[in-house]
Structure formats: structure tokens, C-alpha cells
């Protein structure tokens, strides 16, 4: 059997670390949910992603770009022509990067349904207000969010926070800022068991790797609604640099050149 990327080098040169062997191809073909991560910015993730995607013709792709209405406009036909979609989807109003980078994962999903877990940004602001439990609504104590995580989780989820932002937030919004976390890692996991239900998987589930890592993202959610439920994750990362959290398979591939996001904080 070849490796099930043996071809990804037509895509990127420096799209995985070393192909992957027969053992990784049964960890994926036996699973129900694969959840893909990503750098948002990074277009050969985004191929990564398709490819994987056109090799295991899921079922179903849930898309954390995507909101559940967004994801209704869509079908099999729909996806065929990249600027028709992207303006129905209202891409560029959302501030996800180039449509183009996205483009190849709508085209490599065939006729799966496209499920939309995207958390709207007003519900992202009343759970920040009214708590994520309240925001979440039914099903909320089966993903643990009418529970705090524990204390040194929590310090380590507000320290990331903290770093992702550029040292530049208010220490009390950082409580806040881990919940709305928590709630769009919960609607990821949420839908992707709706999708599995609907089509019988399997589902591939497109998102950042914050949100793809074991340790608190959607795994660990799935994890404590569906224990049965066979979940892969995959990780990408840059330049043998890993992504934290932990994966079943972790993808390299060249970094891409960008700005630094704090110069904007310095200048104020």
C-alpha cells in the first residue's frame, strides 16, 4: 500500500515532514471524526487539508469558518466556482484570510454536507456577559462547560491567551476570553456528532490547531460526550516547530512570511 501523501509534494514542497506509512492510513480509515488543525494563514495547510479530505471522501466537513446558515447556502454544485462561493458566504466580511487558501478544501470535499460550527460574534459576546453555559444552552453540562477547569488549566489557557494577544489585555478579561474558548470548542464538537449522526461519517472537521489539540479542544470535548466515538487529531505545524496540545499525527510545513501582529500594540 502507498503512503497516503505521496503525492502531497505536487501541492507543497515542504508540505509534510516524511510520508505518511500504512499504519498512519488505518489510524485515519478507522476513524469517525478527523479533526484537521491549522494555521489560518498558512496556505499549505490548507492543502494539506484538501488532500486528506479528498483521500478519505467523508461524509460530512464542518468548518469552524463557517456559521450553520452559512453552511446551508451550500451544495455539491455550489462549490465548483471559487468567487460565486466566496461572495454567497460573505468570506471576506467574516476577516478569515484569502478565500483562495480555502478554496481547494470546499472543492476536495465532493458531495460531503457541509456542516457550519462557527460562533456567532454576538453569542461569543453574551458568554463573556451571561456565562458560557447560559450561551451554549442545552447540552451544555454534557461538554463540562457548568464547570470551571481546573485551576492549573485555567492558568495555562489565560497565559495563552495573554500571549496571543501580546501581553496587551486586562488581566480580568482573561477569565472571559478562556470561556468563549471553551464555547466554540464545545459547537465544533457539538456539530461534528450531529454530522456523524446525519451521514454516518466519516467527518472531517477543519479548524485552527488551538482548537484541534487533545488536551482541552475538541477531542477532549467529543471525549466526554461520545467516550465510543473514534476521533483523530491532527496537527500542523511550521518549520519542525509542533503545535501545543498534543495530536495523533502532527504535519509540517514552511512558514509563510507575515508581519508581527504586536507591532500594532506597540504603536499605541
Known amino acids: 500500500m502507498r503512503a497516503l501523501f505521496l503525492a502531497i509534494a505536487f501541492f507543497s514542497s515542504a508540505a509534510i515532514a516524511a510520508p505518511l506509512d500504512d499504519n498512519h492510513q488505518a ?39 463557517l456559521t450553520g446558515e452559512q453552511a446551508a447556502l451550500l451544495d455539491a454544485s455550489s ?100 470561556d468563549v474558548q471553551r464555547l466554540r470548542d464545545a459547537r465544533l464538537a457539538q456539530v461534528a456528532l450531529q454530522a456523524l449522526e446525519e451521514t454516518g461519517g466519516p467527518v472531517v472537521v477543519i479548524t485552527g490547531n488551538g482548537h484541534a489539540r487533545k ?4 477531542p477532549a470535548m467529543l471525549g466526554l460526550v461520545s467516550a465510543e466515538t473514534v476521533t483523530v487529531a491532527i496537527g500542523q505545524g511550521e518549520d519542525g516547530q509542533e503545535p501545543e496540545g498534543g495530536f495523533d499525527l502532527v504535519l509540517d510545513s514552511a512558514s509563510v512570511p507575515r508581519a508581527d501582529p504586536c507591532d500594532a500594540f506597540r504603536k499605541n
Open 27 to 65: 489510524v485515519l480509515s478507522s476513524a469517525q471524526i478527523v479533526v484537521i488543525g491549522e494555521t489560518h494563514d498558512n496556505p499549505a495547510h490548507h492543502l494539506v487539508q484538501a488532500d486528506i479530505v479528498s483521500r478519505l471522501k467523508p461524509t460530512a466537513v464542518v468548518y469552524e469558518m
Open 79 to 178: 462549490v465548483l466556482e471559487q468567487d460565486a462561493l466566496e461572495a454567497a458566504l460573505g468570506w471576506n466580511a467574516a476577516g478569515w484570510p484569502d478565500f483562495a487558501m480555502y478554496y481547494p478544501v470546499f472543492r476536495a470535499s465532493g458531495d460531503a454536507k457541509v456542516f457550519g460550527a462557527a460562533v456567532p460574534r454576538g453569542a461569543a459576546r453574551n458568554a463573556m456577559t451571561d456565562g458560557v453555559a447560559a450561551t451554549f444552552g442545552a447540552q451544555a453540562d454534557l461538554f463540562g462547560l457548568d464547570t470551571p477547569v481546573g485551576a492549573d488549566m485555567q492558568a495555562a489557557r489565560e497565559a495563552l491567551q495573554m500571549a496571543a494577544h501580546c501581553d496587551a489585555l486586562p488581566k480580568d478579561l482573561l477569565p472571559a476570553m478562556v
Open 215 to 218: 488536551d482541552w479542544g475538541v
